[in-house]
Every structure is written in structure tokens, then in C-alpha cells.
């Protein structure tokens, strides 16, 4: 579908709007060169910048001086100068700069702005020791002030409600309300109350220069009227719905009475993120709105308004005064007079005038590459409705929808008007907010999908969006729900994506003026190619019968049969495992799964190889093989404080080009080929589980750097000097994988499979600890749970948090899986547990595999693979319920390939089923 997806777009009347007058290439490839190569999907979150706009500032600094606008030097006062120029800017933008009725606050950003509204509304509040009379504090006995706040809302408006307490326990009525619940108010509430005129539309004089503080106070005690607030969001940033702008005229109709008035808070960030907010009529304008000027612009980053009307300016109590915001004041008594502007009064200490420079030229620069700023929303909506319409297309096999697009259905609306929603810029911005299930209804981990998407260089955004309304409404998430999936361990940006067969959060693209077709024709491709199920993935395939025991499966044949229910690989020994993605066949090697366990980490000092038991934190390092591009993608899961996963240190990082070096790195993140093999001068001996083996080292500083950094440890990254070659890069001359070459070569291996186990002497083996494979049952997983629970009375100690710190943020549980026994494949389909222990030759598709020995376990079952957290109760488990004769541990068998038996190219898969033969035959 994706391949015509452009040509019909640009063909048909839907493109409206779209690119500028053809000219959307040009300024992509002109003002944002580093979009090059990038498909970024995440505008809601920030959009970029344009060169244009970057040079500017920059000759602007280096020609221009500066300084701290609180002076009248010369420096300081072209400082101010630019400061009221853009605040200017600001009014146009908005249009409300005719007659003075409007004020500009600059802020850090758009939550800073609501704080600030917060903190200065003239509540009317319930006194704490009052509260059970049902006296309230203030003149007006009896009213309180009301919060009402969408549901829809970002965290940040909901974070108003931590004012209905102030410190001293006076008390505000807090609500939280659906855009059905407000619209069911607004219709039916009475208007016999309301004055003719509720609000005096005028600017308010400035106040005098003898104001105090305290004089302010008593004016507003005078002030008999109780204010209450309705705070909405323009644009959802979860789903993009848009609500009604009209709303603040009508809450004031409505519900404004002679002694209770209501005020509106609009949060527009979101919204002016593509499209233009006219507040030229004033009294149909919300009286406070709130903005970010980086979703608008790209650049400046630490700088947002609150757009507020000058006539509440008396209504308004100032608390805290910071440097810059009084006129004049006494230090030995409690006087203050504070500035008379609102800006003046409220811009507490220095402002960040350096970004206020760059927001004077963003508006221009708008211009100068776009024309005018209102030819964005066509763009936008024209590539919005495509996206959307290609998404809804995206059908599995048997007809189940790929896409779990979270959009508003209102039944009794007419038929059609659904697929109208989307497009219509007064219904919609350019969001999309979704899941993705598998053609058997089960959902697709959002992580996986942005996982999946870095490594194309797709830039989206996952999680929950600091919009806990929309979350829970949309994943059906209950209150309890959310508590519960806290006490599981569960937090806003960890990694666990589904929890009692609900997602935790989800999937959102959006779209900014920069977008093109091909993001769409791109992004649209990437979800055919790696999510949407072409026939049934969960379908047993059969194979020939290779081991003579078709007799057995056919007696089955009422049961799900026995298959791979995961194939693992570990690049690196000792570090975190890659699974190999459902439907895609992974080669074999002489020494194993190709790639599996064929880097180590050496310590920098004593040479020896080093492991999870010493070191466990080695968890939490994962490499991942990327055969088609013939790279090692090498990550951690370490967030810096104070980051959100999905920004700076969690997000997508660009795939570079590997030219002239075949090492690049991130600050997360190491991309090395996959041909790149270290010199022979680095050549030399370590000690791996006993044995003495070659091994040849990374020499490149950001490499070892960069492992030594994380784990704290000098190290180097070594590499087992063999030929496994990546098969779909093995033959230049040859378009197609060629797994038979890359298992034909390899060099003479300096380790073999342990003499305990019943193989072959001279089988080889890399840097496995005993064997080439490892194979464990979903079914002994379970009963070594159960085991466990038992021991801890019931308690299932392997759940419970096994961190005791208080800081819940850095609570972790230890989350016992199949995951702790490190297998290369774990089964599923087996009727009890341990059945393993009795196969002697098992097929998995077309490939057959020797039978062993079992595995001695070690402490390292004890490791949490997620948190590299300890807990000894499978250790403790395993000890009383799977010791041999000699004191050693079992668990999972040990596995050798037979290549004489079994079909090429040698190659497994999530799926294969399999045979078992109990007795083996010559």
C-alpha cells in the first residue's frame, strides 16, 4: 500500500494545502538539513528549528551586546529594547494589541505560566478550622472558589489541584470534568442569576506608584465576589482533539452571577503549535493563556507566556517578589510597592533575555520561509488526514485492524462523520495517539514499537504524555488500576509497556510545518513491514519428520503442540539478551546462533573476563544485530536524573553512516559494523569459564570509554577472532541472505563443549560458558514461580519490591522470568513441568539438536535481567528442589547442532515447532 500511498495523496483533492506551493522539498532540504535521513514524527513534543532562524541569533550575538536588561547602560538597554519588541510580537501574533486590554508575562515555559495563575488568583477559600461549621474565609460567608479542570488536560493544569490546600489548609472545591459534563452544565444551568453586564471590558489604570502590598490586600477583601476557574486545553496533547474555544463566553453567560464570577485558563500550547489564536475579540477570550514558544518555533527552549487580560490586574494577589518586580521597598519592615504593568509586577528576577532575543526573530523567520504563519494548519490538516486514513487502512491477514487509533466515535452523529473528524482542523490537530494489536488481538508492546522505530530512525514518542485523563480514558485504565501497576513496580518511564493485558501507555505521532508526504509514505511502510501479520504468526508450521517420531505428534494433534516460543541471542557475554524478532529466521553457526556470545568485556587491569556475578549491572547493557544493516547497536538503560526517557538520554538516536570508521557512538548508545574485526596486534590470551582463549581488542577510546563509564570499571570490549560474517552482507554479488555461507566458514575454535556433557569431542564453542545452545520450558519457569511462592508462604516474595528505599523512583522488584536462566530458546506447549529433562534429540522446525546434559546453575540465576537487582529466593528454590546426586544445581538443557541431519539453510524462528524423541536411535 505504502509504495502508491504518495502518488495518490498528491493526485487528489486531499492535498489541499499541502507544501507550500511546491516548495515543501526545497525548505526541507534548505532549513533543516538535520532532518536529513530522519523520519521525526514528534512536533507535539518540540519542533525544530530552522537554520535560517539558528544563524540569525547567532550573528545577531556576535554583533550585538547584551546585557542584563535591570541597567541603563547602553548594553542593557538594547536588552529591554528587544525584550519589548518581542513581547510586541507577542500581542500581534495573538492579535491582542489594539487597546492595551492585554498583557504579556514571560515565563520558563508553559507549566511556570499556570503556576504562576495559580498562585495569583484570588481564591476564596475554606479556612481549615472552619471547615466543619461550613464558614469560609473571606467576606462572602459560605461561598467557596471552584476548580474545574478537562479531563483532557496536561499534568500540568491538573497540577493546579495541589493548590485547593495552601499551607495554612484553607481549601478550594477541585472537579474534574468531561467535555460531555461541561457541554450537560453549560445547556441546562440557569441563567436568572446573571447580570447583564458580568465583566467591565476596559484596561484597568495602572495602579499608583504608592500602592503597597498591604493597600492590595485590602482592596481585595473589599472584593465581596467570589472567582472561580476553568482550566482546558485548546488541543489535547494526548489525542489532539480540540474543544471549543467558544466555551469561555459561554461558561461566563452561563454560570456568572452578581456574586460569583467565572475566569477561564487556556492552555495553548499544544494548539499554537500549527495554528493561529486570534484574541481580538475580548470578551469571547479566555482570561488567561498559556504558551511554549519551542513547540511553536523550535528555538528558544526555556521560554513560554501567560497571555493575560490587563483588567485583572487589581484581582491578581502577588505573594513572593523576586529582583525587578518592585518599584521600591523597605528592609527593615514589610513594605513593598511593586511595579504597575502586569509584566512589570509578575517577571520575577533577571528574564532570560537571550532567548527573548531569539523569539523577536522567530516570527519573521516564520514568514520568510513560510509566508505567513496561518499556512501551516492547511499543510499540517492535509497531512494529518492522509496519515490518519493509510493507518485505519493497515489490515492484517484475516481482516483484524492493525491500528487502535484513539479518536473520538460519538454514535449518534451521522454516518460517516468519523472518518470527518480527523482532517477538520476546528475537530483536530495534527496528533495521533494509538496502539497497535496483533492479527490475534494482542497487543503489540508500545516500547517494542519505538525500540524498532529508533532503529529506522523513526522519531516518536511513547508513554502515557504527562495526560493521565486521556490515558485512562482511552486504555480503559481505572484509578485502582494505576495504583496498582505503582505497587507492581510500574512507573511513567520505565520500560513495562503492558500489565495485566492492558497497555500502559501508547504510541504518538504528530506532525509539524516541516513534515512531508514521504514522513507519512515512510512511517506508514515501516509499520507494513515489521508489525503487520501477513498470515497467522502464531501458526504451528509443520516440517518434515527428521527424528522419526511423527507418530507422536500426530497423537497429539488435539493439543497446541510444542514450539519455540522465543529465540535469544547474547552479543555480548554477560550482558542483556536480544530476541530475535517474531517471524524472522536466525542462522546457525558452527559455534552457535550466529553472533550469540561473540564479544566479551575484559577487565582493564587483571585481563580477566568479566561477568554478571561480579558485575551485575552488565544487565543492563544490550546489544542488538541489525543483519540488515550489518550493525551492533549497543545501548544501556541508565536515565539521567531528571530526563524523561523518551527525551534527551531515552529516545531515538540517529543510525550514522559507518564510512571511513566502522565505530560510531551516542551518549547512550554504540553503533559498531558488524565486519569490523579488530586488529591481530591486539591479540591476546584471556581466561573464560577456565579455559584460556584468543581474543583480539577494541582499541577506539569511545568504546571502551563508554563501557567503562557505565559500569565503572576500566574495560575493554574484545572480540572471539572468528569468521562468522553476517550473512546478507557475506556476497556483494548477491542480493539474497546466504545463511550457508556465513555457517561454512569460521576459524579453528580454542574452546569446546564441556567434557561433562554427552558430546562429541572437538565440538566447538565461543565464549558460552559450556555449550554452543541452551534450551529451557516456559513450563519449568512456572513451577520453579510456584516454588518460590511456597517458600515465602504464599507471599510471592520474587514480586515484591525488593528494593527498601523509600524514593519510589528508584524502586525496582525483582520480576522473576525465563529471562533470569539466559536460554537461547524457551519453549512452549508442554504439559508438565521438566518434561526437558527426558529428550534426548529434539527437531525445531527443519534443524535437529543433540540433547547434552542438563545446566548447572550458578548465583547469576539470582540477578534481576531488567534491574540488576539480587534476590536469592529462585536460588533458594532451585537448591531444594533441582540438586543432583553431586550437589550441583539443573536447570535447562544443554543442546549441539546436528548439521547431518538436519535441512539448509540452517536457520530457527519463533513459532517452529517441535519433536522430541526420548530414546535415541543410531
Same mark, same amino acid.
Not at 497497555?503 to 505521532?509: D, K, L, M, Q
Not at 530476541?579 to 575484559?602: F, Q, S, T
Given at each position: 500500500?505504502?509504495?502508491?500511498?504518495?502518488?495518490?495523496?498528491?493526485?487528489?483533492?486531499?492535498?489541499?494545502?499541502?507544501?507550500?506551493?511546491?516548495?515543501?522539498?526545497?525548505?526541507?532540504?534548505?532549513?533543516?538539513?538535520?532532518?536529513?535521513?530522519?523520519?521525526?514524527?514528534?512536533?507535539?513534543?518540540?519542533?525544530?528549528?530552522?537554520?535560517?532562524?539558528?544563524?540569525?541569533?547567532?550573528?545577531?550575538?556576535?554583533?550585538?551586546? !547584551?546585557?542584563?536588561?535591570?541597567?541603563?547602560?547602553?548594553?542593557?538597554?538594547?536588552?529591554?529594547?528587544?525584550?519589548?519588541?518581542?513581547?510586541?510580537?507577542?500581542?500581534?501574533?495573538?492579535?491582542?494589541?489594539?487597546?492595551?486590554? #492585554?498583557?504579556?508575562?514571560?515565563?520558563?515555559?508553559?507549566?511556570?505560566?499556570?503556576?504562576?495563575?495559580?498562585?495569583?488568583?484570588?481564591?476564596?477559600?475554606?479556612?481549615?478550622?472552619?471547615?466543619?461549621?461550613?464558614?469560609?474565609?473571606?467576606?462572602?460567608?459560605?461561598?467557596?472558589?471552584?476548580?474545574?479542570?478537562?479531563?483532557?488536560?496536561?499534568?500540568?493544569?491538573?497540577?493546579?489541584?495541589?493548590?485547593?490546600?495552601?499551607?495554612?489548609?484553607?481549601?478550594?472545591?477541585?472537579?474534574?470534568?468531561?467535555?460531555?459534563?461541561?457541554?450537560?452544565?453549560?445547556?441546562?444551568?440557569?441563567?436568572?442569576?446573571?447580570?447583564?453586564?458580568?465583566?467591565?471590558?476596559?484596561?484597568?489604570?495602572?495602579?499608583?506608584?504608592?500602592?503597597?502590598?498591604?493597600?492590595?490586600?485590602?482592596?481585595?477583601?473589599?472584593?465581596?465576589?467570589? !472567582?472561580?476557574?476553568?482550566?482546558?486545553?485548546?488541543?489535547?496533547?494526548?489525542?489532539?482533539?480540540?474543544?471549543?474555544?467558544?466555551?469561555?463566553?459561554?461558561?461566563?453567560?452561563?454560570?456568572?452571577?452578581?456574586?460569583?464570577?467565572?475566569?477561564?485558563?487556556?492552555?495553548?500550547?499544544? !494548539?499554537?503549535?500549527?495554528?493561529?489564536?486570534?484574541?481580538?475579540?475580548?470578551?469571547?477570550?479566555?482570561?488567561?493563556?498559556?504558551?511554549?514558544?519551542?513547540?511553536?518555533?523550535?528555538?528558544?527552549?526555556?521560554?513560554?507566556?501567560?497571555?493575560?487580560?490587563?483588567?485583572?490586574?487589581?484581582?491578581?494577589?502577588?505573594?513572593?517578589?523576586?529582583?525587578?518586580?518592585?518599584?521600591?521597598?523597605?528592609?527593615?519592615?514589610?513594605?513593598?510597592?511593586?511595579?504597575?504593568?502586569?509584566?512589570?509586577?509578575?517577571?520575577?528576577?533577571?528574564?532570560?533575555?537571550?532567548?527573548?532575543?531569539?523569539?523577536?526573530?522567530?516570527?519573521?523567520?516564520?514568514?520568510?520561509?513560510?509566508?505567513?504563519?496561518?499556512?501551516?494548519?492547511?499543510?499540517?490538516?492535509?497531512?494529518?488526514?492522509?496519515?490518519?486514513?493509510?493507518?485505519?487502512?493497515?489490515?492484517?491477514?484475516?481482516?483484524?485492524?492493525?491500528?487502535?487509533?484513539?479518536?473520538?466515535?460519538?454514535?449518534?452523529?451521522?454516518?460517516?462523520?468519523?472518518?470527518?473528524?480527523?482532517?477538520?482542523?476546528?475537530?483536530?490537530?495534527? $496528533?495521533?495517539?494509538?496502539?497497535?494489536?496483533?492479527?490475534?488481538?494482542?497487543?503489540?508492546?508500545?516500547?517494542?514499537?519505538?525500540?524498532? %522505530?529508533?532503529?529506522?530512525?523513526?522519531?516518536?514518542?511513547?508513554?502515557?504524555?504527562?495526560?493521565?485523563?486521556?490515558?485512562?480514558?482511552?486504555?480503559?485504565?481505572?484509578?485502582?488500576?494505576?495504583?496498582?501497576?505503582?505497587?507492581?513496580?510500574?512507573?511513567?518511564?520505565?520500560?513495562?509497556?503492558?500489565?495485566?493485558?492492558?497497555?500502559?501507555?501508547?504510541?504518538?505521532?504528530?506532525?509539524?510545518?516541516?513534515?512531508?508526504?514521504?514522513?507519512?509514505?515512510?512511517?506508514?511502510?515501516?509499520?507494513?513491514? !515489521?508489525?503487520?501479520?501477513?498470515?497467522?504468526?502464531?501458526?504451528?508450521?509443520?516440517?518434515?519428520?527428521?527424528?522419526?517420531?511423527?507418530?507422536?505428534?500426530?497423537?497429539?494433534?488435539?493439543?497446541?503442540?510444542?514450539?519455540?516460543?522465543?529465540?535469544?541471542?547474547?552479543?555480548?557475554?554477560?550482558?542483556?539478551?536480544?530476541?530475535?524478532?517474531?517471524?524472522?529466521?536466525?542462522?546457525?553457526?558452527?559455534?552457535?546462533?550466529?553472533?550469540?556470545?561473540?564479544?566479551?568485556?575484559?577487565?582493564?587491569?587483571?585481563?580477566?573476563?568479566?561477568?554478571?556475578?561480579?558485575?551485575?549491572?552488565?544487565?543492563?547493557?544490550? %546489544?542488538?544485530?541489525?543483519?540488515?544493516?550489518?550493525?551492533?547497536?549497543?545501548?544501556?538503560?541508565?536515565?539521567?536524573?531528571?530526563?524523561?526517557?523518551?527525551?534527551?538520554?531515552?529516545?531515538?538516536?540517529?543510525?550514522?553512516?559507518?564510512?571511513?570508521?566502522?565505530?560510531?557512538?551516542?551518549?547512550?548508545?554504540?553503533?559498531?559494523?558488524?565486519?569490523?574485526?579488530?586488529?591481530?596486534?591486539?591479540?591476546?590470551?584471556?581466561?573464560?569459564?577456565?579455559?584460556?582463549?584468543?581474543?583480539?581488542?577494541?582499541?577506539?577510546?569511545?568504546?571502551?570509554?563508554?563501557?567503562?563509564?557505565?559500569?565503572?570499571?576500566?574495560?575493554?570490549?574484545?572480540?572471539?577472532?572468528?569468521?562468522?560474517?553476517?550473512?546478507?552482507?557475506?556476497?556483494?554479488?548477491?542480493?539474497?541472505?546466504?545463511?550457508?555461507?556465513?555457517?561454512?566458514?569460521?576459524?579453528?575454535?580454542?574452546?569446546?563443549?564441556?567434557?561433562?556433557?554427552?558430546?562429541?569431542?572437538?565440538?566447538? $564453542?565461543?565464549?558460552?560458558?559450556?555449550?554452543?545452545?541452551?534450551?529451557?520450558?516456559?513450563?519449568?519457569?512456572?513451577?520453579?514461580?510456584? #516454588?518460590?511462592?511456597?517458600?515465602?508462604?504464599?507471599?510471592?516474595?520474587?514480586?515484591?519490591?525488593?528494593?527498601?528505599?523509600?524514593?519510589?523512583?528508584?524502586?525496582?522488584?525483582?520480576?522473576?522470568?525465563?529471562?533470569?536462566?539466559?536460554?537461547?530458546?524457551?519453549?512452549?506447549?508442554?504439559?508438565?513441568?521438566?518434561?526437558?529433562?527426558?529428550?534426548?534429540?529434539?527437531?525445531?522446525?527443519?534443524?535437529?539438536?543433540?540433547?547434552?546434559?542438563?545446566?548447572?546453575?550458578?548465583?547469576?540465576?539470582?540477578?534481576?535481567?531488567?534491574?540488576?537487582?539480587?534476590?536469592?529466593?529462585?536460588?533458594?528454590?532451585?537448591?531444594?528442589?533441582?540438586?543432583?546426586?553431586?550437589?550441583?544445581?539443573?536447570?535447562?538443557?544443554?543442546?549441539?547442532?546436528?548439521?547431518?541431519?538436519?535441512?539448509?539453510?540452517?536457520?530457527?524462528?519463533?513459532?517452529?515447532?517441535?519433536?522430541?524423541?526420548?530414546?535415541?536411535?543410531?
Amino acid at each position: 500500500m505504502s509504495a502508491a500511498l504518495k502518488q495518490q495523496f498528491l493526485e487528489s483533492k486531499d492535498s489541499f494545502g499541502y507544501g507550500y506551493n511546491n516548495t515543501i522539498d526545497t525548505i526541507r532540504q534548505e532549513q533543516y538539513p538535520q532532518l536529513k535521513d530522519a523520519i521525526y514524527l514528534d512536533h507535539a513534543g518540540a519542533t525544530l528549528p530552522s537554520q535560517h532562524h539558528l544563524q540569525r541569533f547567532t550573528a545577531d550575538l556576535t554583533t550585538n551586546l !547584551y546585557a542584563n536588561p535591570h541597567s541603563k547602560s547602553p548594553s542593557s538597554q538594547a536588552t529591554s529594547a528587544r525584550v519589548e519588541s518581542a513581547r510586541q510580537k507577542v500581542l500581534e501574533h495573538f492579535k491582542a494589541s489594539i487597546h492595551g486590554e #492585554w498583557d504579556v508575562i514571560f515565563t520558563a515555559n508553559a507549566t511556570a505560566g499556570i503556576k504562576l495563575v495559580g498562585d495569583a488568583f484570588p481564591w476564596t477559600r475554606r479556612s481549615k478550622s472552619s471547615a466543619t461549621s461550613g464558614a469560609t474565609a473571606g467576606t462572602n460567608a459560605g461561598a467557596v472558589s471552584k476548580l474545574k479542570i478537562l479531563r483532557e488536560a496536561h499534568t500540568s493544569l491538573v497540577g493546579l489541584r495541589g493548590l485547593a490546600l495552601d499551607e495554612e489548609g484553607g481549601s478550594i472545591d477541585v472537579e474534574t470534568m468531561t467535555p460531555q459534563g461541561l457541554e450537560q452544565l453549560l445547556a441546562t444551568s440557569s441563567a436568572k442569576d446573571r447580570r447583564t453586564s458580568t465583566t467591565s471590558h476596559h484596561p484597568s489604570p495602572p495602579l499608583s506608584p504608592s500602592s503597597s502590598a498591604v493597600h492590595l490586600v485590602q482592596e481585595n477583601e473589599k472584593d465581596t465576589t467570589t !472567582y472561580n476557574l476553568y482550566a482546558y486545553p485548546a488541543q489535547c496533547n494526548f489525542s489532539g482533539r480540540r474543544f471549543p474555544l467558544s466555551w469561555t463566553k459561554r461558561i461566563k453567560d452561563t454560570l456568572n452571577t452578581t456574586t460569583s464570577k467565572n475566569l477561564v485558563l487556556l492552555d495553548a500550547a499544544s !494548539y499554537v503549535m500549527t495554528s493561529e489564536l486570534d484574541l481580538s475579540d475580548l470578551q469571547s477570550s479566555p482570561d488567561f493563556v498559556v504558551i511554549s514558544f519551542y513547540k511553536m518555533f523550535g528555538f528558544p527552549t526555556g521560554l513560554g507566556a501567560v497571555i493575560v487580560k490587563t483588567e485583572l490586574a487589581d484581582k491578581l494577589r502577588k505573594r513572593y517578589f523576586g529582583g525587578g518586580t518592585v518599584s521600591a521597598i523597605a528592609s527593615d519592615e514589610s513594605w513593598q510597592v511593586y511595579r504597575p504593568s502586569l509584566h512589570g509586577r509578575y517577571e520575577d528576577g533577571t528574564l532570560n533575555y537571550l532567548d527573548i532575543v531569539a523569539l523577536d526573530m522567530a516570527f519573521e523567520n516564520i514568514r520568510t520561509i513560510y509566508g505567513s504563519y496561518s499556512n501551516i494548519s492547511p499543510h499540517v490538516t492535509a497531512l494529518h488526514r492522509m496519515l490518519y486514513r493509510a493507518m485505519k487502512t493497515l489490515r492484517h491477514y484475516n481482516d483484524a485492524p492493525l491500528c487502535d487509533i484513539y479518536v473520538e466515535s460519538d454514535i449518534n452523529i451521522d454516518n460517516g462523520m468519523e472518518s470527518r473528524l480527523v482532517g477538520n482542523p476546528e475537530m483536530y490537530g495534527p $496528533i495521533l495517539n494509538f496502539n497497535l494489536k496483533r492479527s490475534n488481538g494482542k497487543w503489540i508492546g508500545y516500547g517494542d514499537v519505538e525500540r524498532l %522505530a529508533s532503529m529506522k530512525n523513526i522519531h516518536v514518542r511513547t508513554g502515557g504524555f504527562c495526560n493521565p485523563g486521556s490515558m485512562q480514558r482511552w486504555l480503559d485504565l481505572s484509578a485502582d488500576e494505576v495504583k496498582k501497576n505503582l505497587e507492581a513496580g510500574h512507573v511513567c518511564w520505565d520500560d513495562t509497556d503492558i500489565l495485566n493485558g492492558k497497555p500502559t501507555g501508547s504510541i504518538r505521532v504528530s506532525l509539524g510545518a516541516m513534515s512531508t508526504v514521504d514522513d507519512i509514505v515512510q512511517f506508514i511502510a515501516f509499520l507494513e513491514e !515489521y508489525f503487520l501479520d501477513a498470515s497467522d504468526p502464531d501458526a504451528i508450521v509443520p516440517s518434515q519428520d527428521l527424528i522419526g517420531e511423527l507418530d507422536e505428534i500426530e497423537s497429539s494433534s488435539t493439543q497446541v503442540p510444542v514450539h519455540v516460543d522465543s529465540v535469544v541471542i547474547y552479543p555480548i557475554k554477560s550482558c542483556r539478551g536480544y530476541k530475535i524478532p517474531r517471524g524472522k529466521a536466525w542462522p546457525i553457526a558452527p559455534h552457535g546462533l550466529l553472533y550469540d556470545r561473540e564479544w566479551m568485556l575484559v577487565d582493564e587491569v587483571t585481563g580477566a573476563a568479566m561477568t554478571q556475578k561480579r558485575y551485575p549491572r552488565m544487565c543492563m547493557i544490550q %546489544a542488538e544485530i541489525l543483519l540488515e544493516q550489518n550493525l551492533m547497536v549497543i545501548k544501556h538503560d541508565q536515565v539521567e536524573e531528571g530526563k524523561d526517557k523518551a527525551g534527551e538520554n531515552g529516545g531515538v538516536a540517529k543510525i550514522p553512516e559507518i564510512m571511513d570508521s566502522n565505530i560510531e557512538s551516542t551518549k547512550n548508545k554504540l553503533y559498531i559494523s558488524l565486519d569490523e574485526m579488530p586488529t591481530a596486534a591486539t591479540e591476546t590470551s584471556t581466561r573464560v569459564c577456565g579455559d584460556c582463549t584468543t581474543v583480539v581488542h577494541y582499541t577506539a577510546p569511545e568504546i571502551n570509554e563508554w563501557f567503562s563509564r557505565f559500569l565503572g570499571k576500566p574495560c575493554r570490549l574484545a572480540r572471539q577472532p572468528i569468521a562468522s560474517q553476517n550473512p546478507l552482507h557475506s556476497s556483494a554479488s548477491s542480493p539474497t541472505p546466504d545463511i550457508d555461507r556465513a555457517v561454512s566458514t569460521s576459524s579453528p575454535s580454542s574452546r569446546f563443549v564441556k567434557s561433562h556433557l554427552n558430546a562429541p569431542a572437538g565440538a566447538p $564453542i565461543l565464549l558460552t560458558n559450556e555449550s554452543p545452545f541452551l534450551l529451557i520450558a516456559d513450563k519449568s519457569v512456572e513451577q520453579v514461580r510456584d #516454588w518460590v511462592d511456597e517458600q515465602d508462604e504464599g507471599q510471592g516474595a520474587v514480586r515484591r519490591l525488593a528494593n527498601l528505599s523509600d524514593d519510589l523512583h528508584k524502586r525496582q522488584r525483582h520480576e522473576f522470568t525465563s529471562d533470569s536462566f539466559r536460554a537461547n530458546f524457551v519453549t512452549k506447549g508442554q504439559e508438565v513441568a521438566f518434561e526437558e529433562d527426558h529428550w534426548t534429540r529434539i527437531q525445531i522446525g527443519d534443524q535437529v539438536f543433540d540433547i547434552l546434559g542438563p545446566c548447572r546453575r550458578c548465583h547469576m540465576v539470582t540477578i534481576d535481567q531488567m534491574t540488576a537487582m539480587k534476590n536469592s529466593d529462585v536460588f533458594l528454590a532451585l537448591s531444594k528442589n533441582r540438586k543432583g546426586a553431586g550437589g550441583q544445581i539443573f536447570f535447562g538443557m544443554h543442546m549441539l547442532h546436528r548439521p547431518d541431519l538436519s535441512v539448509a539453510p540452517f536457520a530457527v524462528k519463533v513459532g517452529d515447532m517441535i519433536r522430541t524423541r526420548r530414546h535415541a536411535t543410531s
